[in-house]
């Protein structure tokens, strides 16, 4: 099943089998669990991009952590599933980008959103910095809107926290 996510970025959908240490008492993926998805996905992408995480945290000149992350659940994720997570390039700003995913089930049913932010920081002073020109780059171009415009898209609300924004790190 091609999911939006898929189309834009271009990149195969991560996949799963929801792992008996990964459910709870009954029996469905443990809510925090699906962070840890989120984030295997994520390193997919990023060695996609040519930015494998383990060489950037060998080579100390840059970090990008986490600054914020939200999921909705719509269907439990039940031990023995097969999950595809789709992931987009939400935004890219000048030091932080957003990274939305979606969860779907083999049988193609949609299961489960999550955003996070990343920002980059300098590891050795403990402070904010501009995220690395071809980085920003080839984050842009996963996603046709930013490349044309090199911006994200509208905060979903007022009350959205960090939504298109620069975290404070």
Same mark, same amino acid.
């Given at each position: 099943m091609a999911t939006r996510a898929t189309a834009v970025t271009g990149s195969p959908p991560h996949r799963f089998r929801v792992a008996l240490h990964d459910s709870d008492a009954a029996?469905?993926?443990?809510? /925090?669990?699906?962070?840890? !998805? %989120?984030?295997?996905? $994520?390193?997919d992408l990023m060695e996609a991009l040519g930015?494998?995480?383990? *060489?950037?945290?060998?080579?100390?000149?840059? /970090?990008?952590?986490?600054? !914020? %992350?939200?999921?909705? $659940?719509?269907?439990p994720l039940r031990h023995g599933?097969?999950?595809?997570? *789709?992931?987009?390039?939400?935004?890219?700003?000048?030091?932080?980008?957003?990274?939305?995913?979606?969860?779907s089930t083999a049988a193609g049913a949609f299961a489960?959103?999550?955003?996070?932010?990343?920002?980059?920081?300098?590891p050795h002073r403990g402070c904010p910095v501009k995220l690395p020109a071809d980085l920003a780059a080839a984050l842009r171009a996963r996603n046709p809107a930013l490349a044309e415009t090199?911006?994200?898209?509208?905060?979903?609300?007022?009350?959205?926290?960090?939504?298109n924004a620069e975290p404070a790190v």
């Open positions: 029996g469905v993926l443990f809510f /925090a669990h699906l962070f840890r !998805h %989120a984030h295997d996905a $994520y390193e930015w494998r995480l383990d *060489a950037l945290i060998r080579a100390g000149q840059l /970090a990008l952590p986490l600054v !914020h %992350a939200e999921a909705d $659940y719509r269907l599933e097969t999950v595809e997570v *789709a992931v987009e390039v939400l935004a890219v700003g000048t030091r932080s980008f957003t990274l939305g995913y979606r969860f489960a959103t999550a955003r996070t932010i990343h920002a980059g920081l300098d090199g911006s994200g898209p509208k905060p979903r609300s007022a009350g959205d926290p960090g939504a």
